[in-house]
């Protein structure tokens, strides 16, 4: 079994614009013809300097622009919406928390949770992430992103979010695009691997995006 995409590449310029690097080669997948600079997608995704970015409000742009989404992520946005973060210390460790605290707008992101889970365009899957999910997209043609903990592939001790974009998969293995920085274009790991970086307990906070037109 092998599924492959020929996705146009993008660095990150910096350790806050995986996520935006990641969406600029999803949409330069499906609309070719358009040019996506980093500032507009940061205008998208209301980034904030030195933040991470949720993928929020992005999908809720893109399902203004006729794309269909699908949202898989062991996060209720309902809860979420009503709780902000006192549900979110509920399903997270302290550690996770705690970064994810420093490095997101939680305020923000509650309110756009209210939005997203208004919004009948979007198909949003409350649990946790699972390798199959890759592969069911793919078939379906979706361009499909992933959020890991990189700490996992350095064979490290730590915790960060950073967001893939899959090219290949395989029996054995799972290909992407690794916005960096320093970026790699189909950068390969073992389904073993791949599955640890994006679920409990490396990653609690797992998500993964499907994207088409």
């Known amino acids: 079994m092998k599924i492959y995409r020929k996705i146009p590449f993008f660095e990150s310029p910096d350790d806050s614009h995986c996520f935006q690097a990641c969406f600029k080669m999803a949409l330069s997948y ?43 992520e062991n ?35 509650q309110i756009v949770a209210k939005k997203l889970i208004n919004n009948k365009k979007i198909t ?23 959020s890991v903990n990189p700490y996992v592939f350095r064979n490290e001790i730590g915790y ?3 967001m893939v974009v899959i090219t290949s998969l395989t029996d054995t293995t799972v290909s992407f695009h690794d916005p960096g920085p320093p970026g790699s274009k189909n950068y390969s790991v073992s389904i073993k691997t791949f599955q640890k970086a994006m679920t409990k307990p490396a990653k609690e906070d797992g998500n993964m995006i499907g994207i088409k037109i």
């Open 30 to 72: 499906w609309l070719p013809n358009k040019k996506f600079s980093m500032e507009k997608l940061d205008r998208i995704s209301n980034h904030i300097d030195k933040k991470w970015t949720w993928q929020g409000s992005t999908i809720l742009y893109l399902a203004k622009k006729g794309f269909k989404l699908i949202n898989i």
């Open 75 to 109: 996060l209720d946005y309902e809860q979420f919406s009503k709780k902000g973060e006192e549900y979110l210390k509920i399903i997270w460790s302290q550690e996770t928390f705690k970064i994810q605290k420093k490095y997101s707008d939680l305020k923000q992101e």
């Open 124 to 146: 949003l899957y409350n649990r946790e992430v699972k390798l199959s999910d890759i592969l069911n997209l793919m078939r379906d043609n979706y361009t499909v992103l992933v």
């Open 160 to 162: 960060s979010s950073h």
